[in-house]
């Protein structure tokens, strides 16, 4: 690839892709005081104790929503949820406590917090069991935990790679078992919100490497413990990428399956987003950690990289309606995912995945 076409490419799929403050044309353009009154509106965010999870479930919460935060700890999640109802400012700097008006003082829904573990099948079940006993209906599902380039060699409980396994198999699990009180009756569609990334773009050519998400029977950790590549596994980054594109997949096989007056999915990229998502690569956790001002021209906050799923999540049903099985990228732009994901091809794929995981289930019932 030349000079020029590289460039190309990087500004595609980079710049306009994702989005970066020092572009003047792709910073936000809606803010959370524009969320409608979600007062009754039952909402359940993964990875909501930080990160865009949590500017999620503060922003909703102040809007009225009843908001349960799922994560691994449940701990963390009470910790996340005191916050939320201090008003507090999370971010790589800390926590900083804002003082609400009377006024918004009315407004609040309540917040709750639901232990998951996205790489335990059985603890996905039994929080989504858990969770059917609290609420007989559930409006707006936010799949958002994620996990980024982490190392080769670590396997969910069930001996999936850990970022496909938790990321899509999970989720896609999750959503299976939640989706009894998404599809209740109810005046408006439910929503299902997946959270991706320009990073599907790394995904092998097709979308997912099936041979080398499950672990080999020969896959062991080297002799001090330390994980070690698997056999059959791609590299952090294709992996990364297969599970982002997995993410996708999810939105569009949603939305072709069930009727839209029922059930409303979308996939949503958040942007270039200082969290403490990549703290573990290079120079990019030196940064987080060490030199926040480095990130600041090149990254938004984590409360602006959750307008875009805030937004899908909202938005008057008439609306949302035409973002149906669409990929929405910083600030509230539809976009074409990659080709794989596109047309008849795009639906068959995503399909497939999903009866995928439906077997993979079934094997640890």
Request: hydrophobic fraction near 40%; charge should be neutral; glycine fraction near 10%.
């Amino acid at each position: 690839m030349g000079i020029v076409a590289s460039f190309l490419h990087f500004w595609q799929h980079f710049v306009t892709h994702s989005g970066t403050p020092i572009v003047f044309w792709t910073r936000p353009n809606w803010s959370v005081d524009q969320i409608p009154d979600q007062s009754g509106k039952v909402v359940l965010i993964t990875g909501g104790n930080s990160g865009v999870g949590y500017a999620s479930a503060l922003a909703l919460y102040n809007a009225g929503a009843n908001v349960t935060i799922a994560c691994r700890s449940f701990a963390r999640g009470q910790e996340a949820a005191e916050d939320i109802k201090k008003n507090g400012d999370r971010g790589i700097w800390g926590v900083r406590y804002n003082q609400r008006t009377p006024a918004e003082e009315t407004k609040l829904g309540s917040i709750d917090v639901l232990a998951l573990d996205l790489t335990d099948l059985a603890s996905v079940e039994q929080a989504a069991d858990k969770y059917k006993l609290r609420v007989k209906r559930l409006d707006q599902l936010y799949l958002n935990a994620g996990i980024m380039a982490v190392q080769e060699g670590q396997w969910t409980k069930q001996n999936y790679t850990l970022q496909f396994g938790s990321m899509v198999l999970g989720h896609q699990r999750l959503t299976t078992h939640l989706l009894p009180i998404l599809l209740s009756p109810r005046e408006e569609p439910a929503r299902v919100i997946s959270l991706s990334s320009v990073g599907h773009n790394f995904a092998p050519p097709g979308g997912i490497d099936y041979t080398s998400v499950s672990r080999h029977p020969d896959d062991v950790a080297n002799p001090d413990g330390s994980p070690k590549k698997g056999k059959n596994e791609l590299d952090r980054w294709p992996e990364y990428g297969q599970a982002k594109w997995g993410n996708i997949a999810i939105a569009k096989y949603l939305a072709d399956r069930y009727d839209p007056k029922e059930l409303i999915a979308v996939a949503v990229h958040p942007g270039s987003i200082a969290t403490n998502l990549g703290n573990h690569i290079g120079i990019v956790g030196w940064a987080a950690s060490k030199a926040h001002w480095a990130l600041a021209p090149m990254t938004f906050s984590p409360y602006q990289g959750a307008l875009n799923q805030l937004w899908s999540g909202t938005l008057p049903a008439t609306q949302a309606l035409e973002l149906n099985g669409k990929y929405v990228v910083p600030f509230r732009h539809v976009m074409d995912p990659r080709a794989d994901l596109l047309g008849e091809e795009g639906k068959e794929r995503a399909r497939k995945l999903w009866a995928w995981c439906d077997e993979q289930g079934k094997k640890f019932e």
